[in-house]
């Protein structure tokens, strides 16, 4: 046996664990040391029956991701046969049951339904994930587990790779047995009581009584396919993990299997697979920072308060309330004090519509948001967080009074989305504990927090702020200060050539299309018009001084803004909306951007949808190579998780950076220069991409220190 399994007895009871922390993957070694362990059992004589149970805090939480990249890569021949494995253990002519406490995902709950029993502790989760990676189950899901818990469940759980709790899973008949206390006592009592009653130990590849009919299971499959396209649009895995499911109900369990392994072979190998995987490991990078010691004391975060109950702060109050922190909300009148507090109302009174949790739990979120017009209560708050207007002399004010008020120790957090963070942090007394805590609209569901780290801010502060994203159930990346931080600077180039691509021809809905074919969740000027044309206008005049003179600069927003069309919140902006809220075509648009251009001397043309995609794509990839190089982003993956979580960047392209070695670097470069060649200096290239092309690099390299 290896020291990643082990194979133990209590009496006539053999106990095999897994100890590969910290989420016991099936990484090499595991899979043997199972199979090992089995066939042992089954020449053991003083061994009647088998249970497996995870090491530590969880049951397998499924294959080792890190091996994905060895296969693809060709580091790897081939990966482990989980089909001799999983037969070997379902043919055991003993009774087994795998005891799941934790996560039993993916590959775990694959290995779990192979056993003939189920038993799990109250807290436990399973469930098959893999589309989450643009995978799908690859070691028999597809097939065993319509036949645990039915058709329709199996779709739902390896098409959208939500998991269910232990519950549910009892109710689905995935789980045969809850076990309350002591998992372990439990399940060997669960054995027991399965020797002495003589049941013949069930194989779930024999059963077939959950495979419903072909009638049925058709409009099962047609929904979810049509559900699929809608909610994962874009991405192949969830689509191939229906076909491999229809298999189970079409194909002899060996020839669904063999379905099921060519399909999953096909998503392995795809570059959707290797982007997703790419984010899953980005997400939890993120969070390393060099600079900060791994036990670094941190600041305790029991109360918190917000200055501002507009769209900002009442979505930020919200995440706090969310995750149980009592928190304040600040306004200067009375009438924006109600508005903001009935967003709120109306904001949860949705989620309770939609069964996301109870009246009860409401008014608990409820019962922890204070509103307030003075400062009252924060000189107890552990956390203020600022959401004024976006105005530097606004936002010093506030700084000012709140250095005034708030206790020693307290962090002082700008929702800024550009201005100079450490010119905030000149205006109170304390400059290390002020902190970017950049939050994007609706802040209560957007998962990104852009953390922006000033000269002065204290290396506690910084690891506070991460931790607390966490709390908040938020994916926090730190960022340097500069104009726009990480994710604004990029969306100020991208914006700008969604714009110029407009004066130079194209229509502005053949601007969003592209973009929305090409996975972005919505097109850029449809964003503006969601978000409200005027908070960019009033942006730009805020930073005018910033302008390089002589340089192109887009004409056509403000210009909308000056005839009061703000978006959707006036019916028309860059489109017109009625009631429906549905963007239309506005000839009046078309004629003012046609006026524009002819005042600019612009020549339109047709544009391609290739360069539409390229312009946009490439201003943002240019100014990302910048913004590494200057360290304002630690890493490329750091952009990418940015713009997955905060832009609606298709997270299956893996980010823009990602994206750029997709397509590979030359390629963009070249592309870079002649756009440079065509439109000037705002494209000049990025001296680190050109560095990286011509080294035949990928940002994934310079990630790496190659
Ligand atoms: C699969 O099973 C395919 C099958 O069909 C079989 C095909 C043949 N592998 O998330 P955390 C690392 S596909 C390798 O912070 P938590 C993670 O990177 C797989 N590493 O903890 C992190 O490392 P670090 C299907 C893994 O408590 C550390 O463990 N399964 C894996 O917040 C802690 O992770 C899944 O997709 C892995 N499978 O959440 C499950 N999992 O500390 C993926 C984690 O260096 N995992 N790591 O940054 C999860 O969803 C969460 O990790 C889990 C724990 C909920 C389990």
Same mark, same amino acid.
């Given at each position: 046996?290896?020291?990643? +399994?082990?194979?133990?007895?209590?009496?006539?009871?053999?106990?095999?664990?897994?100890?590969?922390?910290?989420?016991?993957?099936?990484?090499?070694?595991?899979?043997?040391?199972?199979?090992?362990?089995?066939?042992?059992?089954?020449?053991?004589?003083?061994?009647?029956?088998?249970?497996?149970?995870?090491?530590?805090?969880?049951?397998?939480?499924?294959?080792?991701?890190?091996?994905?990249?060895?296969?693809?890569?060709?580091?790897?021949?081939?990966?482990?046969?989980?089909?001799?494995?999983?037969?070997?253990?379902?043919?055991?002519?003993?009774?087994?049951?795998?005891?799941?406490?934790?996560?039993?995902?993916?590959?775990?709950?694959?290995?779990?339904?192979?056993?003939?029993?189920?038993?799990?502790?109250?807290?436990?989760?399973? =469930?098959?994930?893999?589309?989450?990676?643009?995978?799908?189950? =690859?070691?028999?899901?597809?097939?065993?587990?319509?036949?645990?818990?039915?058709?329709?469940?199996?779709?739902?759980?390896?098409?959208?790779?939500?998991?269910?709790?232990?519950?549910?899973?009892?109710?689905?008949?995935?789980?045969?047995?809850?076990?309350?206390?002591?998992? @372990?006592? =439990?399940?060997?009592?669960?054995?027991?009581?399965?020797?002495? $009653?003589?049941?013949?130990?069930?194989?779930?590849?024999?059963? $077939?009584?959950?495979?419903?009919?072909?009638?049925?299971?058709?409009?099962?499959?047609?929904?979810?396919?049509?559900?699929?396209?809608?909610?994962?649009?874009?991405?192949?895995?969830?689509?191939?993990?229906?076909?491999?499911?229809?298999?189970?109900?079409?194909?002899?369990?060996?020839?669904?299997?063999?379905?099921?392994?060519?399909?999953?072979?096909?998503?392995?190998?795809?570059?959707?697979?290797?982007?997703?995987?790419?984010?899953?490991?980005?997400?939890?990078?993120?969070?390393?920072?060099?600079?900060?010691?791994?036990?670094?004391?941190?600041?305790?975060?029991?109360?918190?308060?917000?200055?501002?109950?507009?769209?900002?702060?009442?979505?930020?109050?919200?995440?706090?309330?969310?995750?149980?922190?009592?928190?304040?909300?600040?306004?200067?009148?009375?009438?924006?004090?109600?508005?903001?507090?009935?967003?709120?109302?109306?904001?949860?009174?949705?989620?309770?519509?939609?069964?996301?949790?109870?009246?009860?739990?409401?008014?608990?979120?409820?019962?922890?948001?204070?509103?307030?017009?003075?400062?009252?209560?924060?000189?107890?708050?552990?956390?203020?967080?600022?959401?004024?207007?976006?105005?530097?002399?606004?936002?010093?004010?506030?700084?000012?009074?709140?250095?005034?008020?708030?206790?020693?120790?307290?962090?002082?957090?700008?929702?800024?989305?550009?201005?100079?963070?450490?010119?905030?942090?000149?205006?109170?007394?304390?400059?290390?504990?002020?902190?970017?805590?950049?939050?994007?609209?609706?802040?209560?569901?957007?998962?990104?927090?852009?953390?922006?780290?000033?000269?002065?801010?204290?290396?506690?502060?910084?690891?506070?702020?991460?931790?607390?994203?966490?709390?908040?159930?938020?994916?926090?990346?730190?960022?340097?200060?500069?104009?726009?931080?990480?994710?604004?600077?990029?969306?100020?180039?991208? =914006?700008?050539?969604?714009?110029?691509?407009?004066?130079?021809?194209?229509?502005?809905?053949? +601007?969003?299309?592209?973009?929305?074919?090409?996975?972005?969740?919505?097109?850029?000027?449809?964003?503006?018009? @969601?978000?409200?044309?005027?908070?960019?206008?009033?942006?730009?005049?805020?930073?005018?001084?910033?302008?390089?003179?002589?340089?192109?600069?887009?004409?056509?927003?403000?210009?909308?803004?000056?005839?009061?069309?703000?978006?959707?919140?006036?019916?028309?902006?860059?489109?017109?909306?009625?009631?429906?809220?549905?963007?239309?075509?506005?000839?009046?648009?078309?004629?003012?951007?046609?006026?524009?251009?002819?005042?600019?001397?612009?020549?339109?043309?047709?544009?391609?949808?290739?360069?539409?995609?390229?312009?946009?794509?490439?201003?943002?990839?240019?100014?990302?190579?910048?913004?590494?190089?200057?360290?304002?982003?630690?890493?490329?993956?750091?952009?990418?998780?940015?713009?997955?979580?905060?832009?609606?960047?298709?997270?299956?392209?893996?980010?823009?950076?990602?994206?750029?070695?997709?397509?590979?670097?030359?390629?963009?470069?070249?592309?870079?220069?002649?756009?440079?060649?065509?439109?000037?200096?705002?494209?000049?290239?990025?001296?680190?991409?050109?560095?990286?092309?011509?080294?035949?690099?990928?940002?994934?390299?310079?990630?790496?220190?190659?």
């Amino acid at each position: 046996m290896t020291e990643l +399994v082990t194979l133990t007895q209590d009496g006539e009871i053999g106990i095999i664990t897994v100890n590969n922390p910290p989420v016991n993957a099936l990484s090499p070694g595991v899979p043997e040391g199972i199979s090992e362990a089995i066939t042992r059992v089954i020449d053991d004589d003083s061994i009647k029956a088998v249970l497996l149970i995870g090491g530590g805090r969880t049951f397998i939480a499924g294959a080792d991701i890190k091996e994905f990249g060895k296969i693809t890569s060709g580091q790897r021949k081939e990966g482990i046969d989980f089909k001799s494995l999983l037969r070997t253990i379902e043919d055991c002519p003993k009774p087994v049951a795998a005891a799941i406490h934790g996560t039993a995902f993916g590959g775990g709950l694959e290995v779990a339904m192979a056993f003939h029993y189920r038993v799990a502790a109250p807290t436990a989760q399973v =469930g098959q994930p893999e589309v989450k990676l643009g995978l799908i189950p =690859g070691a028999g899901g597809t097939q065993r587990l319509p036949r645990l818990a039915g058709v329709a469940r199996a779709v739902e759980m390896c098409a959208a790779g939500n998991p269910v709790g232990a519950q549910e899973a009892y109710q689905f008949g995935i789980i045969d047995r809850i076990i309350e206390g002591d998992l @372990l006592a =439990g399940a060997i009592a669960f054995l027991r009581e399965k020797l002495a $009653s003589a049941e013949k130990p069930p194989k779930t590849r024999e059963r $077939s009584e959950k495979l419903g009919d072909p009638a049925s299971n058709n409009a099962v499959f047609a929904a979810a396919r049509e559900q699929s396209k809608k909610t994962a649009r874009g991405m192949i895995a969830p689509l191939a993990a229906i076909d491999a499911v229809e298999g189970s109900t079409k194909l002899a369990f060996d020839e669904g299997l063999t379905r099921e392994r060519e399909l999953f072979q096909e998503c392995l190998f795809s570059d959707q697979s290797k982007a997703l995987i790419h984010v899953f490991f980005g997400e939890r990078e993120v969070s390393k920072i060099p600079d900060l010691p791994k036990d670094l004391p941190l600041f305790e975060i029991n109360k918190a308060a917000v200055v501002g109950a507009g769209t900002m702060g009442g979505g930020i109050a919200m995440n706090y309330a969310n995750a149980g922190i009592p928190v304040i909300v600040k306004e200067t009148t009375q009438e924006a004090l109600d508005k903001g507090m009935a967003t709120i109302v109306k904001n949860y009174d949705n989620s309770v519509k939609k069964g996301r949790f109870t009246r009860e739990e409401m008014d608990r979120r409820m019962g922890l948001i204070s509103p307030t017009l003075d400062y009252a209560g924060f000189e107890n708050a552990d956390i203020v967080t600022e959401a004024v207007f976006e105005g530097m002399e606004l936002k010093k004010q506030v700084f000012a009074e709140l250095d005034k008020i708030c206790k020693v120790g307290a962090i002082l957090a700008s929702n800024t989305s550009t201005l100079n963070i450490d010119e905030i942090a000149r205006a109170p007394s304390r400059p290390q504990f002020v902190i970017g805590h950049h939050y994007f609209s609706p802040a209560n569901v957007m998962r990104l927090l852009e953390i922006v780290r000033g000269k002065e801010t204290s290396k506690e502060v910084i690891a506070t702020s991460l931790a607390l994203a966490r709390r908040l159930k938020k994916v926090g990346v730190l960022a340097g200060n500069c104009y726009g931080f990480i994710g604004n600077r990029m969306l100020h180039q991208y =914006g700008r050539e969604a714009q110029f691509l407009v004066e130079e021809g194209a229509a502005p809905q053949a +601007v969003d299309d592209a973009l929305y074919r090409f996975g972005m969740a919505m097109g850029p000027l449809a964003v503006g018009d @969601l978000a409200g044309l005027d908070v960019g206008w009033r942006i730009r005049k805020e930073h005018k001084h910033l302008e390089t003179p002589g340089t192109r600069r887009p004409l056509i927003a403000d210009r909308l803004c000056e005839l009061g069309r703000y978006g959707q919140k006036t019916g028309a902006g860059w489109y017109r909306y009625g009631d429906d809220r549905k963007p239309q075509p506005d000839p009046e648009v078309e004629e003012l951007i046609k006026t524009i251009a002819a005042e600019a001397g612009l020549k339109r043309r047709t544009i391609t949808e290739e360069e539409i995609i390229e312009r946009t794509q490439y201003s943002l990839i240019n100014e990302g190579a910048k913004i590494l190089a200057e360290g304002i982003a630690l890493r490329a993956v750091d952009i990418d998780i940015i713009y997955i979580n905060g832009y609606g960047y298709p997270a299956w392209r893996g980010g823009p950076m990602w994206y750029a070695d997709t397509v590979g670097l030359k390629k963009v470069y070249d592309r870079i220069m002649e756009f440079h060649r065509e439109q000037g200096e705002l494209w000049a290239p990025a001296p680190l991409l050109e560095q990286l092309a011509e080294a035949g690099k990928r940002f994934a390299d310079f990630d790496q220190g190659k």
